[in-house]
């Protein structure tokens, strides 16, 4: 059993992201923080659930403490991923943060009525979107406290 990340201890998260330029901008907000994390990189939905449930290429994967999900993938969309997640009693114990270009009012309920954590709209200007990701590595990696990560042997 481990807890999750402790200030010193590096967060593990898993980004659900097709588009490299976001990916890019991802990395170098994260890069710039002071908070020590392992960012993985899924490029579709599909993937993204092979590495949550440790499956083909992602055996060895760690389980993410916190997943930003992009909406718009190929493959399997970001509700798909989320409605899997939420339907695995494992899964479902990690924070799912959706990051999306889109402000569509029907994508923010959806992704709440499917547990989703916090719905944040990536901005077009690229130090909006650091300063956007900054924000959410403070508050997620630093303020909140988040469940332990166990096995899958949860009761």
Known sequence: MSDSPGPSDPADILLVEDNPGDVRLT??????????NNLHVA??????????????DHVDAPRPDIVLLDLNLPRKNGDEVLAEIDDDP???????????????EEDVVQ???????AYLTKPVDPAAFIEIVRS????????VRLPPMESDDVE
């Open 90 to 104: 494992v899964l479902s114990r990690i924070p799912v943060i959706v990051l999306t270009s889109s402000e569509a």
């Open 136 to 143: 959410f590595q403070e508050f997620w990696l630093s303020v």
């Open 111 to 117: 992704s709440y009525e499917l547990q989703a954590n």
């Open 27 to 36: 990395r170098e907000a994260f890069e710039e923080g002071q908070i020590a």
């Open 43 to 56: 490029t579709d939905g599909v993937e993204a659930l092979e590495f949550l449930h440790q499956r083909g």
